[in-house]
């Protein structure tokens, strides 16, 4: 049995005009499309200093300090989660000319996320429970502990004062938030949407993964980072020259087995039928690549639909671990460089599969611009 949610269908698609990624490569889409294409390994052995956990590697944002990469000011509290959001949030501006529309209340934000920052939720509960009083916590963890404290500082940040949103979503957040910003377009709540995602490394992260995985998938590596995408109407003014992907369709599935397979045959049709495509028309497939027995049949059912050389064209996502709420972002980035480093056809649609083993599939089509 499978449930089905899945994005509006609307006259105007949206587009994909600008992007930013903060990832194991590095700061920077530039760092992630080389280290990507090249298949760079992305690993490096943890200190154990800094991060009690269970494994001995994992694939870390090299160098990033918070208060090197955005300054002292506001940064004293800030959690990791949420300064690799603001990082993100604060290239993709950079890099697209901050191109906001009328008044900032009409760009909005949509950030995925697992649960926020797991560290932080932990930190603030044991200053509760190992002070004298439980209310004798610091008051500056409080904000952190809260889910949508990423999306909140990237508003203030940045001025963002159109919808803030956070969808907690796990490794399929990136195109949940996707199809959320697909509908504030639709709708008409907004003029421009940055949407996207983040996950970060800490010890807490590390050793919830180390108890819920268990033996499938025990060799997998934990990664971490964040990609933001800006999301425009194709019929708002230049944006059709400025794109880089159209949005095609987005649909999710939930499973309530330990095997995907039949759920995530189910999106790839509802995907291909509400984007007006046929199987042959896809170019590339993104297999979100998740360690276990789910992402083995990920990979059998996108391989029976659309052959081994359509996955192949997308670059490996295991180069930089598993970056759970963050991977589908980070999977559609990677199919951005490669269409740019790429001769791609006319009218080529890329697939974006992602696979949570907590029982949820969602799939994405989007239209490559050939540039």
Not at 240 to 264: G, I, K, N, T, W
Request: contains cysteine; negative net charge.
């Amino acid at each position: 049995m499978t449930l089905t949610a899945s994005a509006p269908a609307t006259a105007t698609r949206p587009v994909i005009t600008a992007w930013s990624a903060v990832s194991p490569f590095g700061i920077g889409k530039d760092r992630f499309v080389a280290g990507m294409l090249a298949g760079q390994d992305a690993s490096s052995p943890l200190d154990a200093g800094q991060w009690a956990a269970p494994d001995s590697r994992a694939c870390l944002i090299p160098g990033f300090e918070l208060r090197e990469v955005l300054g002292k000011k506001g940064t004293r509290s800030m959690d990791r989660v949420t300064g690799l959001a603001v990082t993100a949030v604060r290239d993709l501006l950079r890099d697209s000319g901050d191109r906001r529309t009328g008044s900032d209340e009409e760009t909005a934000l949509v950030l995925g996320t697992t649960t926020g920052s797991a560290q932080s939720m932990m930190d603030f509960t044991r200053a509760s429970l190992e002070g004298d009083k439980p209310f004798y916590v610091d008051p500056s963890l409080m904000p952190n502990a809260v889910m949508n404290c990423a999306a909140g500082q990237c508003a203030i940040w940045h001025s963002l004062k159109g919808p803030n949103t956070t969808i907690a979503g796990g490794r399929i957040a990136g195109l949940s938030a996707l199809s959320y910003a697909a509908g504030l377009l639709a709708s008409g709540r907004a003029r421009t949407v940055l949407s996207g995602a983040a996950e970060e490394f800490s010890t807490a992260r590390a050793w919830l993964d180390h108890h819920r995985r268990g033996e499938d998938g025990a060799d997998a590596l934990l990664g971490e980072g964040c990609a933001m995408f800006m999301l425009e109407s194709s019929g708002s003014p230049g944006a059709a020259d400025r794109a880089l992907a159209e949005v095609l369709a987005v649909e999710s599935r939930v499973y309530f087995d330990d095997d995907p397979a039949q759920a995530l045959d189910a999106c790839v049709d509802g995907v291909l039928r509400r984007g007006g495509i046929e199987a042959q028309d896809v170019w590339a497939v993104s297999a979100s690549a998740l360690a276990g027995l789910a992402g083995d049949r990920e990979r059998e059912v996108l391989t029976a639909r659309f052959g081994a050389e359509a996955l192949d064209r997308a670059p490996a996502m295991t180069t930089v671990g598993d970056t759970a709420a963050a991977s589908a972002a980070f999977q559609i980035g990677a199919l951005l460089g490669a269409a740019e480093q790429s001769a791609v056809p006319a009218g080529a649609v890329a697939l974006v599969s992602s696979v949570d083993d907590n029982g949820v599939v969602a799939c994405a089509a989007l239209r490559m611009s050939a540039k």
